[in-house]
């Protein structure tokens, strides 16, 4: 059975909208696109480059394929387990690209990821993705959460977690703060929330 992974550069309100740079995705009006940029230290850069660095394939949305659709396929040396990483991308509208193992899932969605996560491989790793991580959300399918949460509030954009979003307890992994103030959590999934009283 496959892992699915959310990574996600996350503001302390919850907003996973254009963190890397201009132009990534000012839909709605986003104006603070690159909003991680000024966090970036080396220490979040080897946590990432750890994240990054083992067997993967990974799911993502639309908007997110397109936006790394124009970089990633000639930038591979930046990321070299990129090159024999599957994309799947949700989308009920059709592709057309030319970035190899590039495999589409339509219809229904949680159905067919529900599929793919019971057959062989490497864990999926989801980046991005708002649309999508709902779905995931909403149908249990997250199994870990590897989160970085910068120091910042940036009161409107796309949110990680949504109205749909099913209660859930999560495990805390690992943690860490980088100098620069950003919290690098990892969570797995932990069963059913458990409930108590003070008095």
């Known amino acids: 059975m496959r892992k699915i992974v959310v990574l996600e550069f996350m503001s302390l309100d919850g907003v996973i909208q254009a963190p890397g740079g201009k132009d990534e ?11 991680t940029v000024p966090f970036m230290d080396e ?16 799911l993502l949305g ?6 790394w659709a124009k ?27 030319t970035w190899e193992k590039t495999i ?10 529900k599929k793919l996560k019971q057959g062989d491989g490497p864990m999926l790793q989801v980046y991005g993705s708002s649309v999508l991580c709902q779905t995931l959300f909403a149908n249990d399918l997250v199994d870990e959460l590897w989160l970085k949460i910068f ?16 209660p859930a307890a999560f495990k805390l992994l690992e943690s860490s703060v980088t100098p620069s103030g ?4 990892s969570y797995k999934r932990d069963g059913e929330i458990k409930l108590g009283s003070f008095t």
């Open 25 to 35: 995705d000012p839909s709605d009006g986003f104006k603070f696109q690159g909003w």
């Open 43 to 58: 220490a979040g850069g080897k946590e990432m480059a750890k994240q990054m660095g083992g067997p993967l394939d990974l």
């Open 62 to 67: 639309r908007i997110t394929y397109d936006i």
């Open 71 to 97: 970089f990633w396929p000639y930038h591979l040396g930046q990321w070299p387990s990129l090159m024999n990483a599957t994309k799947y991308i949700v989308s009920n509208s059709d592709i057309k690209t």
């Open 104 to 113: 589409q899932i339509k219809g229904d969605v949680a159905s067919e990821i």
């Open 151 to 166: 120091p910042l509030t940036l009161g409107k954009g796309k949110r990680l977690f949504g109205e749909g979003t099913i």
């Open 182 to 185: 950003v919290i690098i959590a």
